[in-house]
């Protein structure tokens, strides 16, 4: 489905409106480029495949690893969303910062962002709907941790008390992002 260029429609267009409809446009060209190359990802599945060698040799040669792999997963969940604050779009915005700034106040001027409730309930949805594409990765991830923790429990090297702790919280962050993917 082609979308019409705003600057094609009548009415008040703001140089911000247009900007974000000209990288949204530039980010779905590129995707389409993308697929239409007929590449697999070569590179991609070679470095994963490479990652998936590396862990099984060091889950087999060194006994301290799975508990390794256990906190280097809890450290992954905590410090992720660092990622999201990493520009993607590395080109300067073409219009001034006053433009921004007049954007903004009209929003406010509105009653889009009127109150800081109603600004949080939009930046809340927004953080819900980019944790929905990392639930398939957390949930394969925090399941290793469970299957992980149960076979140093049965093998005596982790106490009742800490393996506790670890299911409950792999299970909480399992159960988090699936009821998020769920909405």
Avoid at 6 to 26: D, F, V
Avoid at 69 to 74: G, L, T, Y
Avoid at 83 to 110: G, K
Avoid at 157 to 167: C, Q
């Amino acid at each position: 489905m082609e979308r019409k260029d705003p600057s094609t429609i009548p009415g008040t267009i703001t140089t911000l409106h247009k900007t974000l409809w000209a990288e949204i446009h530039q980010e779905r060209e590129r995707h389409r480029h993308l697929y239409a190359s007929g590449t697999p990802g070569r590179l991609t599945l070679l470095v994963l495949g490479a990652a998936i060698l590396i862990n099984i040799i060091l889950f087999l040669e060194n006994s301290v690893y799975p508990l390794l792999f256990i906190s280097a997963s809890f450290f992954l969940f905590m410090f992720y969303f660092i990622t999201l604050l990493i520009p993607h779009n590395l080109v300067r915005p073409s219009q001034p910062q006053t433009e921004i700034s007049l954007y903004l106040a009209r929003l406010q001027e509105t009653g889009i962002i009127r109150s800081t409730k109603r600004f949080t309930r939009v930046f809340l949805n927004a953080f819900f709907i980019n944790c929905r594409t990392l639930f398939y990765g957390f949930a394969l991830i925090f399941t290793i941790d469970i299957a992980l923790v149960i076979v140093l429990h049965v093998t005596g090297r982790l106490s009742a008390p800490h393996t506790g702790i670890i299911l409950f919280e792999s299970a909480a962050i399992i159960i988090f992002y699936f009821l998020v993917w769920k909405l």
